[in-house]
């Protein structure tokens, strides 16, 4: 063999090895991305936190989801239940034709195209780097405008003024609020309160993670079972999809 | 044109009728105050009907300011002599109007300590951003189109002043339909027909309260109008009614055939209690019909008494209209899953979505009304608003038809 | 004289002068409660000395609430969360509530608007109170998929 095949050979395996080196590595990193990111790093966009919800593991009576949000971001009942905010709500469904019943909780789908994020004339409604939606309360005027263009009726106006917030939640009279996904614990790395009460009281309906991650559980469920989104017509890429509809 | 028995009123009279309109204000203020201080749980709107009789008044100030300055653009900018005359007061009820709007929108939200953020902070993509920038600039336009109407030496800048106006007009009333257009998750708003819309609506209500006002304003100046300006603005107030008419019915018919929206347009049309009775009762016959017959009849539209109450009735069937486009389109639930029944503690599902107005609302949305009219009543005792044709110039017969 | 149908400006002026003297004596007069108000604190000290706190801390806390919201990162050093924790008063576990509390006391003397507290609790978080809460990093969550439930919440602080 000349010494120029020899030389085309060397290169092609130091190619190929860089190669290697390069896919394998950012998977080496993805496992260590696992852990909490530190208090004082930002969030940024290689996350996308998502939830997928199960319906047919999803109990018509049951409200867990939905009570465990209430103790955990004080969103509590007052009497008025036409101006009460609801961060999450139970939803039961019947088809028309069929008669076949579903059950689903339905909350902010922190979708990728958020339309209350594009209508907030102050840019209140906004969207974390890793895909989660807010509302800076600091900057709502109270306009309800996004409330007007959710899809989802996802968000609620606080009619009234509150006491005794979670010092972790703050919230008050004149703004406009919507599932945080929990943001103050997944930023301690824990789980949204919904999915841990379900998980806890053994339902294992919803299931929370990183969409970005490949490997992650709700990665590899949505790319081996069929999933829909909620008013899919929209284009919106919701971040909460469910399976069973 | 009889200027014979023109008289200013007495001081009296302007002084009691300021008291009135202040007395409406305070009122407006203080049910703002009540709101504030309580939070919006002593309206009648809720997490379904988000925005209530409030932004009724709002939009309908707002979009009639835009269309009241039609009567100037008519003059500035197409050259009809006898709407030159009228300008100046077209342009006065604008400001007017759109700042009695404004002040009830910004009075109606959650956090309205908040206006300073709400000037500093600008989000590009949305729309209602983009409408604060379009009547802030609205104000500034028309003031500079009043100074070149009102000083004599800048009278040769108001046809460029007029055009600018007319043009921020036509944008300004585009936004404002288009923040309903662009909301695309609700069957009655997701149309790009709502802009076009709007601007016909406000030709239509703009032009019935310069109407009003114009008649008010000479009646108790003992001044009469001529037939002939009056026969040109009640045939130019039919077309609008009627273009207005039209729109109403491709909205409903695009909303039927090419969205396929038939259970909203039921809830509209047919079985939608409150929301039919005032579409069909206020809006269509009230509102249209009745007035159009009025402005069509060869004998009572050539008297102002009976062009007057049509051009109150075109009013009230444009509340009538805004109350069934902003309440009624928020009591019709959002369809999350088509084909599907569905209930929650949230109310999906639930049609319609109750909704009581309230004491307070009410008072702020007249509230806004009170201070346009104080503004304007103000203006026009001060300033020479009132509109003087100068008749030795129209009597010439080709001019008035110019 | 002056013709007395005319305005005297050099008399009015003097009034004038002398009204405002006498206001700004008195307003130097010192009034209970205020500036020498005790603070509430635990701990040895404070993010900064006092007099940069007085006039800076609404700028630290604003660029915080930034930080916080819009980008997640949760430094305690600068976060009203912080601040409360240290600084609510041993009598009604607040910093408002009454003209003796902390941030209330100094705001109220100098007639500034507190708007934190219409959203945020005036009062430190709680100690943990749910001893069947189950926490789960999402670390281990396989293996928590197969353990029960009821352990404690491992030091929320």
């Known amino acids: 063999m000349s010494s120029m095949d020899k030389n085309r050979r060397q290169l092609i395996g130091a190619g190929v090895a860089a190669a290697a080196g390069l896919v394998i590595a950012p998977g ?52 008025h239940p036409e101006t009460d905010p609801q961060w999450i709500r139970k939803v039961e469904l019947k088809e028309i034709k069929s008669g076949k019943t579903h059950s689903l909780p339905m909350m902010c789908q922190h979708c990728a195209e958020p339309p209350c994020v594009d209508v907030c004339p102050t840019g209140a409604s906004f969207k974390r780097a890793d895909g989660i939606v807010l509302v800076d309360r600091h900057i709502c005027i109270g306009c ?34 919507g599932c945080t996904l929990c943001v103050h614990r997944i930023d301690k790395d824990q789980l949204p309160a919904c999915v841990e009460a379900c998980k806890a009281a053994g339902h294992e309906a919803i299931l929370f993670g990183d969409l970005n991650d490949a490997n992650s559980e709700i990665a590899k469920r949505i790319a081996t079972y069929a999933s829909t989104q909620v008013r899919a017509d929209l284009n919106l890429n919701t971040g909460v999809r469910y399976q069973g509809i | 044109m009889n200027f014979e028995n023109f008289h200013r009123i007495e ?57 009241v300055l039609n009567v100037a653009s008519i003059g500035s900018v197409f050259g009809k002599t006898v709407y030159k005359a009228r300008a100046p007061l077209s342009g006065l009820m604008a400001l007017a109007m759109l700042g009695g709007g404004l002040a009830v929108l910004m009075l109606d939200l959650g956090r309205s300590d908040r206006l300073i953020v709400a000037m500093t902070h600008f989000n590009a993509t949305s729309i209602f951003a983009w409408n604060i920038v379009l009547y802030s600039g609205f104000f500034s336009i028309v003031a500079v189109y009043l100074w070149t109407m009102m000083e004599r030496r800048m009278n040769g800048y108001s046809k460029y002043a007029g055009f600018a106006a007319f043009i921020w007009r036509l944008i300004l009333t585009t936004g404002t339909g288009s923040i309903f ?102 809006q269509i016959i009230i509102g249209s019909v009745i007035p159009l017959a009025i402005l069509f009849h060869p ?65 702020l949305g007249l509230g806004g009304i009170g201070v346009a009219f104080l503004i304007a009543s103000i203006a026009v005792r001060v300033l020479p608003f009132l509109p003087q044709d100068d008749f030795s110039h129209l009597n010439k017969a080709e001019n008035i038809t110019d | 004289m002056n013709n007395p149908a005319t305005f005297n400006w050099k008399i009015a002026l003097k009034w004038l002068g002398a009204a405002f003297t006498a206001v700004m004596l008195l307003a130097g007069a010192p009034i209970s409660g205020a500036g020498e108000h005790k ?97 789960q990093t999402r670390t281990n969550e396989a293996a928590q998929l197969q353990a029960s439930a009821a352990n404690t919440v491992e030091g929320s602080k």
């Open chain 1, 28 to 79: 080496v990193t993805l496992l260590d991305l696992a852990h909490a990111r530190p208090a004082d790093q930002a969030a940024d966009g290689t996350k996308r936190w998502g939830m997928l919800v199960d319906t047919n593991k999803c109990a018509s009576g049951c409200n867990d989801c939905v009570s465990a949000c209430g103790k955990e971001n004080g969103v509590v009942s007052t009497g």
């Open chain 2, 11 to 67: 001081e009296r009279v302007f002084y009691a009728l300021v008291a009135v309109l202040g007395l409406i204000v305070l009122l407006g203020a203080g049910a703002w105050h009540y709101m504030e201080e309580h939070g919006h749980i002593v309206t009648g709107m809720s997490n379904q009907i988000v925005w209530g009789i409030p932004h009724v008044f709002a939009i309908f100030l707002i979009v009639a300011a835009s269309g």
């Open chain 2, 181 to 282: 257009g662009f909301l695309v998750a609700r069957q009655a708003y997701d149309a790009a027909l709502l802009a076009p819309m709007f601007i016909v609506m406000s030709f239509s209500y703009g032009l019935a309260v310069f109407i009003v006002v114009q008649f008010v304003m000479y009646r108790w100046n003992g001044i009469n109008l001529d037939p002939a300006i009056l026969r040109r603005i009640k045939n130019l107030l039919a077309v609008f009614v009627s273009s207005v008419l039209y729109f109403t019915v491709v909205y409903h018919m695009t909303n039927l055939y090419f969205a396929k929206q038939t259970d909203f347009e039921r809830f509209i049309l047919l079985d939608g209690g409150i929301y039919t009775s005032l579409f069909w009762i206020g």
């Open chain 1, 144 to 177: 309800r405008y996004c409330m007007m263009a959710c899809p989802y009726k996802a968000r609620s106006f606080v009619h009234e003024e509150l006491h005794d917030q979670n010092p972790e939640v703050p919230r008050g009279k004149g703004c406009v609020e």
């Open chain 3, 39 to 135: 603070i509430d604190a635990k701990g040895d000290k404070c993010v900064s000395d006092t007099d940069f706190m007085r006039r800076n801390h609404m700028t630290l806390l604003k660029h915080q609430r930034d930080d916080t919201m819009r980008k997640g990162i949760r430094t305690t050093q600068n976060s009203l969360k912080g601040c409360i924790e240290c600084h609510a008063s041993p009598k009604n576990n607040s910093v408002i509530g009454t003209n003796e509390n902390f941030c209330q006391g100094c705001h109220s003397y100098a007639a500034v608007k507190l708007d934190c507290f219409e959203c945020h609790s005036s009062k430190p978080k709680a100690a943990s109170v749910a001893p069947h809460v189950v926490v």
């Open chain 2, 299 to 363: 004998q009572l539209s050539k008297r102002c008494n009976a062009v007057f109450p049509a051009a109150l009735m075109i009013i009230l069937g444009g509340f009538c209209q805004l109350y069934v486009f902003i309440i009624g389109g928020q009591a019709f639930p959002l369809n999350l899953f088509p084909g599907m029944e569905v209930t929650s503690s949230f109310f999906d599902g639930r049609t319609p979505h109750p909704y009581t107005p309230s004491l307070p609302e009410f008072l």
